[in-house]
């Protein structure tokens, strides 16, 4: 398969551009803005990457590309980049975190390095130099706003085993002890023949629909799944048009229930789609009568999963009180998002770590699907303790 990319000055031209050319059997593998670009006049321009076969019918490609006139010219390039590599390398970087997630099948895992045991031959670090270590680390957490209950656990765990510690593996246990306070999960997505049904709950501006969008594009084009989506969030302007336009980029079925009345057959038409997703509006965790109204329409349907969708730039207090107010719409993992947004990861751990249920995944960006990474808790660990997120 070759890759092309089109720009445009919107995602449906830039859309239009790619269907003109390849037709309905291009595969999108991702979606980006691009902005500050001089070439393009500094404007803010939408570009599509899309697979296609290399045999693809040839006429398509000598049709003219629409075009507005105050938009450059399109950058379709066929390239030489493989579909097989690119594929690859997007696995790679969404599941590289992983050490324990199942890959899609035919892509190998990466080894998970482990940490470096204590080993009684070594020195143990002395009292002082322990006083001093733990000071540093103290100071540390909490420059990262971890919470003191959740330290002085911690640091409580580091006197414990302080006569097996070497001074050169203090962090790396720091580490390995916050890695534990984090349950984390796999997303499973196998065909059983059944339509698993996946909803994402969440307040107001936490990007709901940019992860459903993601979620839906790794489940298509990693895990060869056949996707349905279906919006409920009838009540945000341009919400339904927002997932639209992303529907038809990539050739995935979607339809919307206005009433939780009209979901379960919305979700029956859907019944040999392997995976369908479900958009809800965004709530705010202290309406109680907004979140009765998203819970009437889970109710109708039972989804298999409910994602909690959190914003990782939102105070740990914040964080901890829509995870409690949200029990009532019976979520069963999380997804953080905005980590490219936020100063600090501390606030994670504070939600997290007295919590059952498990992080799956986390988002760092705009672009779909690239920027999702599939979590795993050294990872979160090591990014909560050096406060460093690397793209």
Do not use: W
């Not at 336009?245 to 079925?253: L, M």
């Not at 705009?366 to 690397?390: E, N, V």
Request: hydrophobic share 40%.
């Amino acid at each position: 398969m070759q890759i092309k990319k089109y720009l445009a000055g919107t995602l449906k031209e830039a859309s239009q551009q790619m269907k003109e050319e390849l037709g309905d059997e291009a595969v999108v593998l991702s979606t980006r803005i691009v902005e500050g670009d001089p070439r393009y006049g500094n404007k803010r321009m939408f570009e599509i990457t899309a697979g296609i076969e290399e045999d693809y019918d040839k006429k398509e490609s000598s049709k003219p590309k629409r075009q507005s006139p105050s938009v450059p010219a399109s950058s379709s390039a066929s390239g030489e980049a493989d579909f097989s590599e690119e594929l690859k390398k997007l696995t790679e970087k969404i599941y590289a975190a992983k050490g324990r997630i199942q890959m899609p099948a035919g892509l190998e895992e990466s080894p998970k390095p482990e940490l470096k045991k204590a080993s009684r031959n070594k020195p143990a670090i002395k009292d002082i130099e322990l006083e001093k270590e733990l000071k540093e680390i103290v100071e540390t957490l909490f420059f990262r706003e971890v919470q003191k209950k959740i330290i002085v656990t911690i640091v409580d765990q580091i006197k414990k085993y302080s006569g097996l510690l070497p001074k050169a593996n203090m962090d790396s246990y720091v580490m390995s002890s916050i890695a534990s306070m984090i349950p984390t999960g796999t997303f499973e997505i196998p065909k059983t023949g059944k339509s698993k049904l996946i909803a994402l709950v969440g307040p107001t501006g936490v990007g709901k629909t940019t992860c459903i969008a993601k979620l839906a594009i790794i489940s298509k084009i990693l895990h060869n799944l056949d996707i349905g989506l279906i919006s409920v969030d009838t009540y945000r302007l341009g919400a339904i048009d927002q997932l639209k336009i992303f529907s038809e980029v990539s050739n995935i079925d979607m339809l919307v229930a206005y009433t939780p009345e009209e979901l379960p057959k919305l979700v029956n038409s859907f019944k040999k789609k392997d995976v369908v997703f479900i958009d809800t509006a965004g709530r705010s965790q202290n309406n109680a009568e907004s979140l009765k109204k998203t819970k009437q329409f889970l109710d109708a349907v039972k989804p298999d999963e409910t994602f909690l969708v959190l914003n990782s730039t939102a105070s740990s207090k914040n964080l901890q009180d829509v995870m409690e107010k949200y029990k009532a719409l019976e979520y069963k993992s999380i997804i953080f998002t905005k980590l490219d947004e936020a100063a600090s990861y501390g606030n994670i751990l504070n939600a997290v770590a007295s919590s059952n249920a498990p992080v799956k995944f986390l988002t760092n960006g705009q672009t779909i699907p690239d920027d999702i990474i599939a979590a795993d808790p050294d990872f979160i660990a090591k990014l909560i303790y050096t406060g460093k997120l690397i793209k």
